[in-house]
Every structure is written in structure tokens, then in C-alpha cells.
């Protein structure tokens, strides 16, 4: 559904990894608010572990992340698919005005009418599942009501004559703010709720130009042109209005706005092109470079017109509806009904229609009967709006209904397998199973996933292991299988994200050692760096191998949270991540680490269960460097005292000591930008490989940099790129130019790596 004007803010990207921690590595999650009057309720069908209950954890974390998420909003946004690996079923207690909707892609969102002549009160229900057992919270919401009158940004230049209000959606807020004529403190305008209340703005073009123009408005009879300036300390650059014309704007295609142009900035600083918007949870217009836009909590401003409402037109009513109109799912198993979305617009009808005899349509309910073999329908939807009308199709798939076998069956693997992808994503059954096979991998030593094989290497995937009791959890189990153990396993069986596994599984048989008249496999002896190096480097994404392993090396970076990747000496090229051994060390201390386990995350080598044995700090040996003469050293830390940058925000450039520092990058997936991020922890900031993110150092107008330095921390193997060429932290770069600009690539072959900057050095040429 179109957002009114913008997009509200993706949910922050520490939230994202809730859904992978159960399936994946444990994670570190937290969540904080006020009730506001959720409430949950579950029924409990199956067993669980004494003082384990991972659903209700679940449950309760999910709680914490959406109690005061969208309490009030007219826009659209997004919830989680899943929870900790527990797939989640939103409803609304509503039949118009709000639906949940699931894209093609997966994401689920909560689709609002933004044109509601009244606020509308809903109840949104979150029903987690774990096979039979569910546990539900809910949280009360309210859809505002729309304005009599809908602004609609300017996609072209302004016209002459014409009036515009100036706009600002401040999305950390969920507010529409407009330009109100006056200043809200020294370097801001201010703003109103009320676009009744905004005034109007005008544009003049210079004279015998057609892109050139200034922006004012009328204030006593008086035109008041706005303006951007740098301010008498020189520390701001700042907004301004007046009677003297001091800015001229242009139209900003890329940007969708005007914008205007600076030769000298704050603090000395060198050209640049702004933009009127906002920022962090301000409710004033302020003035921003325009390499920040795209950037969290810098929001773009926009001059808009208004349209009343009501003289909306068919065509625009008819496209909205069909964009927002989608199915929650396109594939279906056996008999099964599903009820169809209504459309946006309150006078658009939505006609069903299908070709097919398998399908019946009725009173909004998609009814599906079983086919004997898989077979491909078109469904289509006649949109239609007074005389105009226009249609959207779906395709759907049909498959024959699954013989679910009794419970308490004993099943192959391959049987296991076909019964886990053909329940449908995220389903699972409503009775266990018994499966029995080889231990092929331990993939988590906590909670006891593991893959089982049989004698023809068929594989099945159990997520969870506990005693034949179902009250021992894998990691206190006196005996806990082991690779080349034999087991049997009893469970539900289902998919997660379309891969079949067995859940929560009781543990029934246990024979050490021995498998299907397979051998047992023999655990190599790994003790020499190069033999444990090896090893690690030829494990598969996921795959693991049991410790002990002992490694010597040197720091080369810190995570966040102060966990060290460590380079064997002779083995630069095969870095080891220390998971969740939080250090006190720093970048060149030598240490030598023992894990349990060590494994293929994603690219990114681990050790895992990780015990520090030594802590050999090598600063005592590293020489004090002399400063060069002509250098300039930038602290990442300084740079942030000074300008009061807040812990995970992105800042797109700045300028210090005289050189202008700028990222760029491209955001990936649903939760904006992170190339340009500083953090508290280390005091650093942040360039993303995933997002093709890029670091450009500018010296002052006639400087040329003879060489540059960055110190920097990373993960996922991130390292500089600079001329296509890898450089290791404090690598000097040899430039003879007046800027440079280097990316991010990773020295493990991740595509996801990062560097966390702290320091740069510049020399200037003499």
C-alpha cells in the first residue's frame, strides 16, 4: 500500500535477528518498554522440559519488541514472519480498515487505510506456534484518522504563481509536520501538525533561467526568502529567511525535492549541497547535506500541493487497491479455504473470479478442492471504481492431499523428509514420530541440533534433543549423543522456511558408537595449527567439528562486543572468529584461546565455546610512532565528541581538522542504511560490504595526500579495498591525490564483511 508520503522506519536491524536465533547461533536479545495493555493467552497440548518453556520465551520477547511499536500510526508497517524459529499468525479484530497481508517475498505486513474519516481502535493477535501448542499476545492499535486534505509531493520542479506547502514526514515520530512560517530556535524553522496552520511557499525563478529559483513566503505583506548559511562562529550551517535573497534553489530529481548550494561550510569546510529536512525525533525543519538523505532519522522535506480527499479519482483509488491486493499464500496441500483481501478504498469492489472447477469463490472465502495430481490455476480479481476497473492476477498452485501417517509411526529418513516439506511451510504435525539414524553433525552442542543419516547418507534435521522423558535438555544429558552415536528420535515433524526437520525431540534410543552397520566415524586428531586451520577452512556452510582446538594469534579486530578475530602467525589468510569470548585485549595483543567446537557460520570460521589461556599483550613491544611532520590524525571518537553524534546513528559525512570524510552505500533489505553508523562501544564507524558501502577522504581545496592510515577493527573478514587490493588495518596507502576512495571486501570470501574505523592518518605532499 502506498505510504502517504514515505515509508515508515524498517524495524532497527538488532530486532532482525530474532527470527534466525533458534535456527542458527544463540543471540543476544533484549527488549524494554511500558504495558500498554497486551495480554496473553496459549494453550498447552504437548510436553515441555521442567523450567523450559522456549515458546513462552518466545512469546515474551516478541511482547517486549511490539508493545510500543505503532501504537498510532495511519501508515503501513511491518511484523515479524517468526519468532525465535516459532512461526507467528497475525490477525486484527477488524474486517475494514486494517489487514494482514503476506508479500511474495515473505515479509508480513499490517496494511492500514490511510484515509479513514475516524480514528480507527483494532486489536492485533500474534498466535506462536510450536507444533500443537500455541501461546498468543495481543496489542491494542489505532489507525488516525486522515486529514480532510492528503499533501501530494511535487514530482517536478515548482511552478511560478502556484502555492506549496513544505512538507516533512518525521518518521521516527510517525508525524506530518509542515512549515509554519517562523524559527523554532537559532538554526531551525518551525513546524505545525496542522497543514491549516502552515504557510504558503512560492517560488521565483532568477531572471532568464529555467532551473534557477528562490523559495519565500509572505509574512506581513512582506516576501521572506529561505536560505542556508554558515553562521557567525562558522560551527553551523544553518537555515535562514529574510528579505535578502542569499540562496538559490534547483530541483533535485534524484532526491524528489529542491535543493541548494554552499561553496564555504562549517568549519572551513569545502563545497556542498543541502537539503531541508529533519532528523533523529525532531520536530523542526533543519538543513542537511544531501549524502545524508537516505540515511536513518534524515528525513527528506518535500514541497507539496493539497488535494482534497474526496476528489481523489477512480484511476488513482483503482491503482492504490490494486497494489495493495495480496494473497497471504499462493501454493496449496489437500482441501483448503482461505479467505480473499478486500481492497483499500471503501468504493472499489474487488470481483473473484477462477476457471478452474477445483476453486469456488463465496462471500469472500477461496474454497479448494484437493486435485489428483499438481495442477496450476489463474485467479483473477476484477477491480472496479464507478466507470473504471482493472484486474490483477494470481497464480496459484494445487497439490494432492498428503497421507499423513499414524502417530507414533516409525518412519525412514527419506519419509521424514517428504512428511516435513509436504505439511507446508512452518506446519507442523499434530502427532510424533519415531526416526532412527547415525549422528552426522552436532550443529548446536545447547540445545542439541543435530543431523541424523541413514546407510545410504540420507539426512534429517533435528532441531532440539532432550531425555526419553522429554525433561532433560541436550547439554545436561549424562550421556548426550555425539557424531557416529546412534539415536532415535520422537517428535512432530514440519518444515522450517520450507526445510524439513523433526522439533523438540525426545531421545528414546541410544546405542554409543554404532549405526545402521555403518562404522563409526573417527574423530581426527587435530593438534598443529596448519592441521586445525585446515580443518575449520574445509568445513561447509554449518557444518562443525567437536574440540578441543588450541590456536596462538594475534588480535587483528574487536567486534562490538569485544570479541576477538585472531591471525595465526604464517595463516593470514585463514582469520578465526572468537564467539563469545569478550576480551580485554586490544588489536595486536597476542592470545592464545581453546575451544570446545569450532565452525563454518556463514562464511565467517569460529571457534566456538572459547576459553582464554593466555593474554600476551604486545603493546609493551610495538614501537611509540613518531608523528610526521605535514600528518593529520582524525580520531573517530573526537570526531564524534565534537559532534555529538548519537550511538547507532548514521552520519553521512563531516568535516575536521579540514578534510571531509563522506560514506555512501545502497540499503539492504527492509531496514535502511547502515554504511555511515557510529557506535558508542568502540567509538567507531562503520563502512558494509553487502551495501557496496564506501569511505572518501577529501583534503582541503589545493592539499594533495601523499599517504593515508585507517585503523580498524571488522567482522566477517572486512577489510579495505583500495585500488582492488586488500589493506589490513594501520596499512599505510600511498594516494598523491587530492581524495581517495576505498570499499569494503572481505578476506574470508563472506559477502557481508565490515569495518568498524577508529583512527585515520593523513600525510600531506610538501
Request: net charge negative.
Amino acid at each position: 500500500m502506498k505510504k502517504l508520503l514515505t515509508s515508515l522506519l524498517a524495524l532497527l536491524t538488532c530486532f532482525a535477528c530474532a527470527t534466525a536465533v533458534a535456527c542458527g547461533e544463540e543471540g543476544n536479545n533484549s527488549g524494554s518498554g511500558s504495558n500498554t495493555g497486551s495480554s496473553n493467552t496459549g494453550s498447552d497440548t504437548g510436553s515441555t522440559p521442567d523450567g523450559e518453556d522456549e515458546l513462552q520465551d518466545a512469546v515474551d520477547y516478541l511482547e517486549a519488541l511490539y508493545k510500543d511499536q505503532n501504537v498510532e500510526t495511519r501508515q503501513d508497517y511491518e511484523v515479524f514472519p517468526a519468532i525465535m524459529g516459532f512461526p507467528i499468525t497475525w490477525t486484527v479484530d477488524v474486517e475494514t480498515g486494517v489487514t494482514v497481508t503476506v508479500t511474495d517475498s515473505g515479509k508480513v505486513m499490517v496494511d492500514v487505510d490511510e484515509l479513514l474519516d475516524e480514528n480507527l481502535t483494532y486489536v492485533l493477535t500474534a498466535t506462536v506456534a510450536d507444533g500443537d501448542r500455541t501461546v498468543s499476545v495481543s496489542f491494542t492499535r489505532t489507525v488516525l484518522a486522515a486529514p480532510s486534505i492528503i499533501p501530494e509531493a511535487i514530482t517536478e520542479a515548482p511552478v511560478e504563481g502556484v502555492a506549496y506547502k513544505y512538507h516533512v514526514y518525521q518518521s521516527t515520530l510517525a508525524t506530518d509536520l509542515y512549515f509554519a512560517g517562523g524559527m523554532a530556535a537559532t538554526y531551525y524553522f518551525s513546524t505545525t501538525e496542522d497543514y491549516t496552520q502552515a504557510v504558503d511557499v512560492y517560488a521565483e525563478y532568477v531572471t532568464d533561467s529555467t532551473t534557477d529559483f528562490y523559495l519565500y513566503f509572505v509574512l506581513d505583506g512582506v516576501n521572506q526568502y529561505l536560505g542556508v548559511k554558515v553562521s557567525a562562529d562558522g560551527a553551523h550551517d544553518n537555515i535562514v529567511y529574510g528579505t535578502e535573497k542569499i540562496s538559490t534553489f534547483v530541483w533535485n530529481a534524484d532526491l524528489g525535492t529542491v535543493t541548494t548550494h554552499l561553496e564555504a561550510t562549517k568549519n572551513g569546510g569545502g563545497p556542498n549541497d543541502f537539503y531541508f529536512g529533519n532528523y533523529s525525533d525532531k520536530t523542526t525543519i533543519s538543513c542537511s547535506y544531501t549524502s545524508y538523505a537516505g540515511g536513518e532519522g534524515n528525513n527528506v522535506g518535500h514541497l507539496v500541493t493539497m488535494v482534497d480527499k474526496n476528489s481523489i479519482t477512480p484511476e488513482k483509488k483503482i491503482a492504490e487497491s490494486k497494489e495493495g491486493l495480496n494473497l497471504s499464500k499462493t501454493e496449496y496441500i489437500g482441501n483448503a479455504t482461505a479467505e480473499l483481501p478486500i481492497a483499500r478504498h471503501a468504493d472499489v469492489t474487488v470481483e473473484w473470479a477462477c476457471e478452474s472447477e477445483l476453486v469456488s469463490i463465496a462471500d469472500g472465502v477461496l474454497t479448494i478442492t484437493a486435485p489428483t495430481e499438481e495442477t496450476t490455476v489463474t485467479l483473477t480479481a476484477t477491480l472496479t471504481c464507478g466507470e473504471v476497473s482493472d484486474t490483477k492476477e494470481f497464480t496459484l498452485t494445487l497439490k494432492p492431499a498428503v497421507s499423513i501417517p499414524a502417530a507414533d509411526s516409525t518412519l525412514t529418513i527419506p519419509q521424514a523428509n517428504e512428511l516435513g516439506v509436504a505439511v507446508g511451510d512452518n506446519v507442523y504435525t499434530e502427532g510424533k514420530y519415531y526416526v532412527s539414524g547415525v549422528v552426522s553433525n552436532v550443529d548446536n552442542a545447547k540445545y542439541g541440533n543435530l543431523y541424523i543419516k541413514d546407510a545410504d547418507g540420507n539426512e534429517f534435521y533435528v532441531y532440539g534433543v532432550y531425555s526419553a522423558d522429554g525433561q532433560t535438555r541436550y547439554d545436561a544429558m549424562e550421556t548426550a549423543p555425539v557424531v557416529g552415536d546412534t539415536i532415535t528420535v520422537y517428535g512432530v515433524i514440519g518444515n522450517y522456511n520450507g526445510s524439513p526437520q523433526m522439533k523438540n525431540s525426545w531421545m528414546t534410543a541410544y546405542t554409543a558408537g554404532e549405526g545402521s552397520g555403518t562404522e563409526t566415524p573417527e574423530t581426527p586428531t587435530l593438534t598443529t595449527p596448519e592441521e586445525i586451520l585446515n580443518a575449520l577452512y574445509a568445513l561447509a556452510d554449518g557444518e562443525s567439528l567437536t574440540g578441543p582446538f588450541t590456536l596462538t594469534g594475534k588480535i587483528t579486530a574487536l567486534d562490538s562486543y569485544n570479541n576477538p578475530t585472531i591471525v595465526v602467525e604464517g595463516f593470514e589468510d585463514k582469520p578465526v572468529y572468537c564467539y563469545k569470548l569478550k576480551v580485554t585485549n586490544v588489536v595486536g595483543d597476542t592470545i592464545t584461546v581453546t575451544a570446545g567446537s569450532m565452525k563454518n557460520y556463514g562464511g565467517t570460521y569460529e571457534f566456538m565455546d572459547c576459553t582464554l589461556v593466555t593474554e600476551d599483550s604486545g603493546s609493551t613491544d610495538t614501537p611509540v610512532e613518531t608523528p610526521v611532520e605535514g600528518a593529520v590524525t582524525i580520531s573517530i571518537a573526537d570526531v564524534a565528541a565534537a559532534n555529538s553524534w548519537a550511538n547507532g546513528t548514521c552520519y553521512a559525512s563531516v568535516t575536521y581538522n579540514g578534510v571531509t570524510l563522506t560514506t555512501a552505500g545502497t540499503a539492504v533489505g527492509s531496514w535502511g542504511l547502515n554504511t555511515g553508523k557510529y557506535y558508542d562501544s568502540n567509538k567507531d564507524w562503520r563502512v558494509y560490504q553487502s551495501e557496496s558501502g564506501t569511505l572518501t577522504i577529501t583534503a582541503q581545496e589545493g592539499k594533495t595526500i601523499a599517504s593515508v592510515k585507517i585503523t580498524y577493527n571488522n567482522k566477517n573478514g572486512g577489510v579495505i579495498l583500495f585500488n582492488e587490493t586488500q589493506v589490513t588495518s594501520a596499512t599505510v596507502m600511498t594516494v598523491n591525490a587530492n581524495s581517495l576512495t576505498i570499499g569494503v571486501g572481505s578476506s574470508t570470501g563472506a559477502t557481508n564483511g565490515n569495518i568498524q574505523i577508529t583512527s585515520i592518518e593523513i600525510v600531506y605532499a610538501e
